[in-house]
C-alpha cells in the first residue's frame, strides 16, 4: 500500500524508448471493503483533469464505494493520480448535494418541484424572447459535461433560441490551444500529437505546463520514461520551481508575461543555427519569410534581459530542440493566461513546423486542455464556435448544419463572431442579456476581477438559472437553482486531450430529484416547443445513446469524425482517439502524418487572424493565400505584460493550481484526503523578497491589486524573485458566513486581484500577470497551510511538517509483469 497524498505520482516503473509503458493498476476502495465487498464494477473515465484516465467504479449497495484504473487502456495503463483516487467517488457522495430544484422567495433560496421550477424558468425564457429576442438570452457552461449534454446545449441555443451568446468556462482554460493556436496554423483544433509520443521522443519541452500537479497520470509516464535508460531531455519554461522543473535539463524561469519574447528567441536561435528542415517548409507550410523577420530583434542576450532569464539557457534550450530526433512539446495555462496568448502559443506550432517535427512517433503537440471534457465543449459548439469545427464565416458551412438540424440558416447566428465569456457578463452588466443560464461552472470564483463579478451577479433584472451537483457561490445569487446528476449517476461520452473517446456508464442513481444535465437541457427544450421546419421537435432524443448518434451524423466528414464509433465499440476496451471511420476503424494515434492540414478554405474551422488585434483575415483574403493544405507559420510583434509592476504595486502576481485541487473545490473540498493536505489558501513568495519586508513563513499578508486584495498565509518558497504566486481554488463556500454571498471572514479568492483583459485572438483572460503590493497582518501562527510536496514546497527543507495522508490515503498498486521489449517504431493502438 502507497500513501498517495504523500508519494503522489505512486511506485516508479521505467522502462525505455520504444517499449511499452508498463502497467500499474491503482485501486483504492472504502474504509473497511475488501475487493470481494464489491458488487460490481461499472466502466468509465475520471472527470478530475484533462488527461481522460479510464476507471472501473467499484459499486456496493447502489452506492460508489471506490475506483481502480483500468490497465487495457491506451491513456493511463491502470494508473490513477490523487483526485480521480479520491475525490472522483467522495467528492460527489457527500450530504452537501443538491437534491431538489430552488427559487428565489422574498430574497432566499427554497426548495421547491420540478414543474414549479422549470415552469419559472420557460415563463422568463418565453417573455424575453418575445420582448427582446434571441439577443437576451446567454449560456455559460463548462468543460466537465458529456458530450451529448453539450450537443443538446448548442442545439437549443443556436437552432432553438438562435444566440450567440454561448461560452463555457474554457474560455478561461484552454481556448487558446484550440480556439486559437492550432487553428491559426493547423487551420482546425485537434491536437496533433499522443501521449504514446512520451515513449517514442528524445526531448520533452513544457510551456507553462506544470504537468507534474495538472495532469499527475502523464507526468508519472514522464517520470518512468526519465528513469529509464535512454532518459529524454526536460526543458521547462515557469517562474516557479515545480517538480518538472526540478527534472528539467534547463529551466527558463522567466519574468511573467513575457513568453511571446522567449519564444521568438528560440525560434529565431533555431532558424540561425540552421536547424530546419527547408524541404518540409517548402512543402507544408506558408509565410516562412515574414516569421523569420519579426524575429530577428531577439537574440538570446535580448531574450535574457527581458525574461530575467540566462542567455546561455536560451542558447541550450534551443540547441536541445534544433539537434533532438523527437520532440515532444506541452503547453498549458502558463501561456495561455498569460500576455499574447495566441502568439506564444503559436510559437510552439511554429517551432515544429520549422523541423518538420510533426505527425510521426515522438513528435507530437499537446496544446494541452485542463479540464476533462473541453474538447467536446469545442467539438460540439456549446462554446459559442459551430458544432463539428465549423466556420461560422462559411456560408456552405452553416447550410450543412441548418439543413442537418432541418432549421431556417439565418437562425443559427453567424452574422458576428461568437460572444467570449468575459463580453457576455459585460452585457449582462450592460443589461442587455437578462436571462442566464449556468450549468456546472462557478464564475463567483473562478472570473478575473471578482468584485465586479459579484455585482454583475446581483444585477436587478437579471433571471439567473445555475445547475450544478451543490450550492455553489455561484448558486447562492441564482433565481432558480437546478440539481444535476453526477459523473458515475448519468451515462455518457468524453473525450480527453489526445482525442481519445471514453464512455462513463452510469453506475448509481443519483441522489434525491437530482436529473442528468441531458434530461434538463431535453425538459428545457420540450417545454420551449423548439421545432424543426418540418414541425418535428427539435431535440427528440430519449436518452444519451440517441444524442450520441446525432452527434456522429454531425461530425461526419469533419476534422473530428465519429462516425466509426458506438457505445458498443467503446465498451469493454480501451478509449478509442479520433478520428474514428470506415478508413480508421480503430482511431488515429497522431494528425497530419502526411503533411496535409486542413487549412484548405472550404474545410478551415476559421480564415485566420491578426494576433496582435484579433481582427478576422476574411474569406477573400484568405483564399488569397491560397494555403491548399499547408500550415501557416504566424506571430506578432511583442507587446509585453498588460500590467508590469511600478512603485506603487512593485510584484508580479500570477495564478495556478496545486496538485490537490481541481477549479474551485466543488468536489475536492469536499474529500477529506485531499482537503486535508491543501485546506486553505497560500501566497508564494522568494526568500529574498520575504527579507526584503521582513517576513517569515507562516506570516499572514494583505496582497493588493486596484481591483482588491487577499489575505494568507506566506509560503517561502522557490519562486522566482519579484513574483507573488495564489492557488485560484479557494472561495467561501466553506467559510463561516452562512449566506456565501460575501468572500467571508476575509478575503481568499486569488481573483480578487486579477484584471478583465484578454488575448484578442482567442478572448481568454489574462489570470498570469497584475501587478501587486504586499503588507504583513500578522505574525504567524504556524507554516502556511501549502504542500509540502510539489511546487509550493517550502524553499528551507525540514522547518515544515511534510504533507502526508497516512492509512486513509494509502493505495493499492499492482504492477503487471515486465513485457519484453518492443520496436523502436511499435504504437500502441487500441
Given at each position: 500500500?502507497?500513501?498517495?497524498?504523500?508519494?503522489?505520482?505512486?511506485?516508479?516503473?521505467?522502462?525505455?524508448?520504444?517499449?511499452?509503458?508498463?502497467?500499474?493498476?491503482?485501486?483504492?476502495?472504502?474504509?473497511?471493503?475488501?475487493?470481494?465487498?464489491?458488487?460490481?464494477?461499472?466502466?468509465?473515465?475520471?472527470?478530475?483533469?484533462?488527461?481522460?484516465?479510464?476507471?472501473?467504479?467499484?459499486?456496493?449497495?447502489?452506492?460508489?464505494?471506490?475506483?481502480?484504473?483500468?490497465?487495457?487502456?491506451?491513456?493511463?495503463?491502470?494508473r490513477?493520480?490523487?483526485?480521480g483516487?479520491?475525490?472522483?467517488?467522495?467528492g460527489?457522495?457527500?450530504?452537501?448535494?443538491?437534491?431538489?430544484?430552488?427559487?428565489?422567495e422574498?430574497?432566499?433560496?427554497?426548495?421547491t418541484?420540478?414543474?414549479?421550477?422549470?415552469?419559472?424558468?420557460?415563463?422568463?425564457?418565453?417573455?424575453?424572447?418575445?420582448?427582446?429576442?434571441?439577443?437576451?438570452?446567454?449560456?455559460y457552461?463548462?468543460?466537465?459535461?458529456?458530450?451529448e449534454?453539450?450537443?443538446?446545449?448548442?442545439?437549443?441555443g443556436?437552432?432553438?433560441?438562435?444566440?450567440?451568446?454561448?461560452?463555457?468556462?474554457?474560455?478561461?482554460?484552454?481556448?487558446?490551444?484550440?480556439?486559437?493556436?492550432?487553428?491559426?496554423?493547423?487551420?482546425?483544433?485537434?491536437?496533433?500529437?499522443?501521449?504514446?509520443?512520451?515513449?517514442?521522443?528524445?526531448?520533452?519541452?513544457?510551456?507553462?505546463?506544470?504537468?507534474?500537479?495538472?495532469?499527475?497520470?502523464?507526468?508519472?509516464?514522464?517520470?518512468d520514461?526519465?528513469?529509464?535508460?535512454?532518459?529524454?531531455?526536460?526543458?521547462?519554461?515557469?517562474?516557479?520551481?515545480?517538480?518538472?522543473?526540478?527534472?528539467?535539463d534547463?529551466?527558463?524561469?522567466?519574468?511573467?508575461?513575457?513568453?511571446?519574447?522567449?519564444?521568438?528567441?528560440?525560434?529565431?536561435?533555431?532558424?540561425?543555427?540552421?536547424?530546419?528542415?527547408?524541404?518540409?517548409?517548402?512543402?507544408?507550410?506558408?509565410r516562412?519569410?515574414?516569421?523569420?523577420?519579426?524575429?530577428?530583434?531577439?537574440?538570446?542576450?535580448?531574450?535574457?534581459?527581458?525574461?530575467?532569464?540566462?542567455?546561455?539557457?536560451?542558447?541550450a534550450?534551443?540547441?536541445?530542440?534544433?539537434?533532438?530526433?523527437?520532440?515532444?512539446?506541452?503547453v498549458?495555462?502558463?501561456?495561455?493566461?498569460?500576455?499574447?496568448?495566441t502568439?506564444?502559443?503559436c510559437?510552439?506550432?511554429?517551432?515544429?513546423?520549422?523541423?518538420?517535427?510533426?505527425?510521426?512517433?515522438?513528435?507530437?503537440?499537446?496544446?494541452?486542455?485542463?479540464?476533462?471534457?473541453?474538447?467536446?465543449?469545442?467539438?460540439?459548439?456549446?462554446?459559442?464556435?459551430?458544432p463539428?469545427?465549423?466556420?461560422?464565416?462559411?456560408?456552405?458551412?452553416?447550410?450543412?448544419?441548418?439543413?442537418?438540424?432541418?432549421?431556417?440558416?439565418?437562425?443559427?447566428?453567424?452574422?458576428?463572431?461568437p460572444?467570449?465569456?468575459?463580453?457576455?457578463?459585460?452585457?449582462?452588466?450592460?443589461?442587455?442579456i437578462r436571462?442566464?443560464?449556468?450549468?456546472?461552472?462557478?464564475?463567483?470564483?473562478?472570473?478575473?476581477?471578482?468584485?465586479?463579478?459579484?455585482?454583475?451577479?446581483?444585477?436587478?433584472?437579471?433571471?439567473?438559472?445555475?445547475?450544478?451537483?451543490?450550492?455553489?457561490?455561484?448558486?447562492?445569487?441564482?433565481?432558480?437553482?437546478l440539481p444535476?446528476?453526477?459523473w458515475?449517476?448519468?451515462?455518457?461520452?468524453?473525450?480527453?486531450?489526445?482525442?481519445?473517446?471514453?464512455?462513463?456508464?452510469?453506475?448509481?442513481?443519483?441522489?434525491?430529484?437530482?436529473?442528468?444535465?441531458?434530461?434538463?437541457?431535453?425538459?428545457?427544450?420540450?417545454?420551449?416547443?423548439?421545432?424543426?421546419?418540418?414541425?418535428?421537435?427539435?431535440?427528440?432524443?430519449?436518452?444519451?445513446?440517441?444524442?450520441?448518434?446525432?452527434?456522429?451524423?454531425?461530425?461526419?466528414?469533419?476534422?473530428?469524425?465519429?462516425?466509426?464509433?458506438?457505445?458498443?465499440?467503446?465498451?469493454?476496451?480501451?478509449?478509442?482517439?479520433?478520428?474514428?471511420t470506415?478508413?480508421?476503424?480503430?482511431?488515429?494515434?497522431?494528425?497530419?502524418?502526411?503533411?496535409?492540414?486542413?487549412?484548405?478554405?472550404?474545410?478551415?474551422?476559421?480564415?485566420?487572424?491578426?494576433?496582435?488585434?484579433?481582427?478576422?483575415?476574411?474569406?477573400?483574403?484568405?483564399?488569397?493565400?491560397?494555403?491548399?493544405?499547408?500550415?501557416?507559420?504566424?506571430?506578432?510583434?511583442?507587446?509585453?505584460?498588460?500590467?508590469?509592476?511600478?512603485e506603487?504595486?512593485?510584484?508580479?502576481?500570477?495564478?495556478?493550481r496545486?496538485?490537490?485541487?481541481?477549479?474551485?473545490?466543488?468536489?475536492?473540498?469536499?474529500?477529506?484526503?485531499?482537503?486535508?493536505?491543501?485546506?486553505?489558501?497560500?501566497?508564494?513568495?522568494?526568500?529574498?523578497?520575504?527579507?526584503?519586508?521582513?517576513?517569515?513563513?507562516?506570516?499572514?499578508?494583505?496582497?493588493?491589486?486596484?481591483r482588491?486584495?487577499?489575505?494568507a498565509?506566506?509560503?517561502?518558497?522557490?519562486?522566482?524573485t519579484?513574483?507573488?504566486?495564489?492557488?485560484?481554488h479557494y472561495?467561501?463556500?466553506?467559510?463561516?458566513d452562512p449566506?456565501?454571498?460575501?468572500?467571508?471572514?476575509?478575503?481568499r479568492?486569488?481573483n480578487?486581484?486579477?484584471?478583465?483583459?484578454?488575448?484578442?485572438?482567442?478572448?481568454?483572460?489574462?489570470?498570469?500577470?497584475?501587478?501587486?503590493?504586499?503588507?504583513?497582518?500578522?505574525?504567524?501562527?504556524?507554516?502556511?497551510?501549502?504542500?509540502?510536496?510539489?511546487?509550493?514546497?517550502?524553499?528551507?527543507?525540514?522547518?515544515?511538517?511534510?504533507?502526508?495522508?497516512?492509512?486513509?490515503?494509502?493505495?493499492?498498486?499492482?504492477?503487471?509483469?515486465?513485457?519484453?521489449?518492443?520496436?523502436?517504431?511499435?504504437?500502441?493502438?487500441?
Open positions: 500500500m502507497v500513501d498517495r497524498i504523500a508519494q503522489i505520482w505512486g511506485t516508479r516503473t521505467p522502462f525505455a524508448r520504444g517499449q511499452r509503458w508498463p502497467v500499474r493498476v491503482d485501486q483504492v476502495l472504502a474504509e473497511g471493503l475488501a475487493e470481494a465487498d464489491v458488487e460490481r464494477w461499472v466502466q468509465s473515465a475520471c472527470v478530475l483533469c484533462s488527461n481522460g484516465c479510464a476507471v472501473d467504479i467499484a459499486v456496493k449497495d447502489d452506492t460508489m464505494v471506490g475506483v481502480r484504473g483500468r490497465a487495457v487502456d491506451i491513456v493511463n495503463h491502470g490513477l493520480g490523487p483526485k483516487l479520491f475525490a472522483s467517488w467522495q460527489v457522495s457527500h450530504r452537501d448535494r443538491l437534491t431538489r430544484p430552488l427559487v428565489r422574498n430574497g432566499e433560496l427554497v426548495e418541484d420540478w414543474e414549479t421550477a422549470m415552469d419559472r424558468i420557460v415563463t422568463r425564457s418565453r417573455a424575453l424572447l418575445a420582448e427582446q429576442g434571441p439577443l437576451s438570452h446567454g449560456f457552461t463548462s468543460g466537465q459535461l458529456f458530450l449534454e453539450y450537443y443538446a446545449l448548442a442545439i437549443l443556436k437552432a432553438g433560441i438562435g444566440t450567440p451568446h454561448m461560452d463555457g468556462n474554457t474560455r478561461l482554460c484552454t481556448a487558446t490551444a484550440a480556439a486559437a493556436a492550432m487553428k491559426e496554423n493547423f487551420g482546425s483544433d485537434g491536437q496533433p500529437g499522443s501521449y504514446v509520443d512520451i515513449d517514442e521522443c528524445d526531448a520533452i519541452f513544457l510551456f507553462g505546463h506544470n504537468m507534474a500537479e495538472t495532469q499527475t497520470v502523464l507526468w508519472a509516464r514522464v517520470l520514461r526519465l528513469a529509464g535508460p535512454d532518459r529524454p531531455q526536460v526543458v521547462c519554461v515557469d517562474p516557479r520551481e515545480t517538480e518538472v522543473a526540478r527534472h528539467a534547463v529551466h527558463l524561469a522567466v519574468r511573467p508575461g513575457t513568453n511571446l519574447a522567449l519564444m521568438h528567441g528560440l525560434v529565431r536561435e533555431v532558424i540561425a543555427q540552421g536547424w530546419v528542415d527547408e524541404d518540409y517548409i517548402a512543402a507544408h507550410t506558408l516562412f519569410d515574414d516569421l523569420a523577420e519579426q524575429i530577428e530583434p531577439w537574440t538570446p542576450e535580448a531574450v535574457a534581459e527581458e525574461c530575467g532569464v540566462a542567455a546561455d539557457d536560451v542558447r534550450a534551443a540547441r536541445i530542440f534544433g539537434t533532438s530526433e523527437r520532440v515532444l512539446s506541452t498549458l495555462q502558463g501561456f495561455y493566461q498569460s500576455a499574447q496568448a502568439a506564444s502559443a510559437q510552439v506550432n511554429n517551432l515544429h513546423l520549422l523541423r518538420g517535427l510533426i505527425g510521426r512517433p515522438g513528435c507530437g503537440i499537446l496544446q494541452m486542455n485542463g479540464q476533462p471534457t473541453a474538447q467536446n465543449t469545442r467539438e460540439c459548439g456549446a462554446d459559442g464556435d459551430l463539428g469545427f465549423r466556420n461560422w464565416e462559411n456560408p456552405e458551412h452553416v447550410r450543412q448544419l441548418a439543413e442537418l438540424w432541418d432549421i431556417d440558416p439565418l437562425v443559427i447566428p453567424h452574422w458576428a463572431p460572444t467570449h465569456a468575459a463580453q457576455i457578463f459585460r452585457y449582462v452588466e450592460q443589461g442587455s436571462f442566464l443560464w449556468v450549468s456546472a461552472t462557478n464564475p463567483a470564483v473562478s472570473m478575473p476581477q471578482l468584485p465586479r463579478i459579484r455585482e454583475v451577479l446581483e444585477r436587478e433584472g437579471l433571471f439567473l438559472v445555475v445547475q450544478d451537483l451543490y450550492l455553489t457561490e455561484t448558486a447562492r445569487y441564482a433565481d432558480v437553482v444535476a446528476a453526477a458515475g449517476e448519468k451515462t455518457g461520452t468524453f473525450t480527453n486531450v489526445n482525442r481519445t473517446v471514453h464512455l462513463s456508464d452510469q453506475a448509481m442513481a443519483p441522489p434525491g430529484e437530482a436529473r442528468s444535465d441531458l434530461e434538463i437541457f431535453l425538459d428545457y427544450a420540450r417545454r420551449m416547443d423548439f421545432r424543426t421546419r418540418s414541425g418535428r421537435p427539435l431535440l427528440d432524443w430519449y436518452g444519451p445513446e440517441d444524442g450520441f448518434d446525432a452527434w456522429r451524423e454531425c461530425s461526419r466528414g469533419r476534422p473530428c469524425d465519429y462516425t466509426g464509433l458506438s457505445y458498443a465499440t467503446l465498451r469493454g476496451g480501451s478509449g478509442i482517439p479520433w478520428p474514428v470506415e478508413e480508421h476503424p480503430d482511431g488515429t494515434v497522431r494528425l497530419y502524418e502526411d503533411g496535409v492540414f486542413p487549412t484548405d478554405p472550404d474545410d478551415s474551422e476559421t480564415y485566420g487572424h491578426d494576433l496582435t488585434t484579433g481582427a478576422t483575415v476574411g474569406p477573400q483574403a484568405y483564399r488569397a493565400m491560397t494555403p491548399g493544405g499547408r500550415a501557416i507559420f504566424k506571430t506578432a510583434p511583442y507587446q509585453g505584460p498588460h500590467e508590469p509592476p511600478r506603487e504595486y512593485p510584484f508580479r502576481f500570477t495564478t495556478g496545486t496538485v490537490y485541487h481541481f477549479h474551485t473545490r466543488t468536489k475536492t473540498g469536499r474529500t477529506p484526503q485531499l482537503q486535508g493536505a491543501a485546506p486553505d489558501v497560500w501566497v508564494e513568495m522568494a526568500v529574498s523578497d520575504v527579507a526584503a519586508l521582513g517576513l517569515t513563513e507562516g506570516d499572514l499578508v494583505r496582497v493588493e491589486s486596484p482588491g486584495h487577499l489575505t498565509p506566506v509560503r517561502v518558497g522557490d519562486v522566482r519579484g513574483t507573488v504566486f495564489a492557488p485560484f472561495g467561501s463556500w466553506d467559510q463561516q449566506t456565501g454571498r460575501d468572500p467571508g471572514q476575509r478575503h479568492a486569488a480578487e486581484l486579477t484584471l478583465t483583459e484578454w488575448d484578442p485572438v482567442s478572448k481568454q483572460p489574462v489570470f498570469k500577470t497584475a501587478a501587486v503590493r504586499v503588507t504583513k497582518v500578522a505574525d504567524a501562527t504556524g507554516p502556511a497551510p501549502a504542500p509540502t510536496t510539489t511546487a509550493s514546497r517550502p524553499a528551507r527543507g525540514g522547518r515544515v511538517p511534510a504533507t502526508v495522508g497516512g492509512a486513509a490515503a494509502e493505495v493499492q498498486e499492482t504492477i503487471a509483469p515486465a513485457e519484453p521489449p518492443a520496436v523502436a517504431t511499435r504504437e500502441e493502438r487500441p
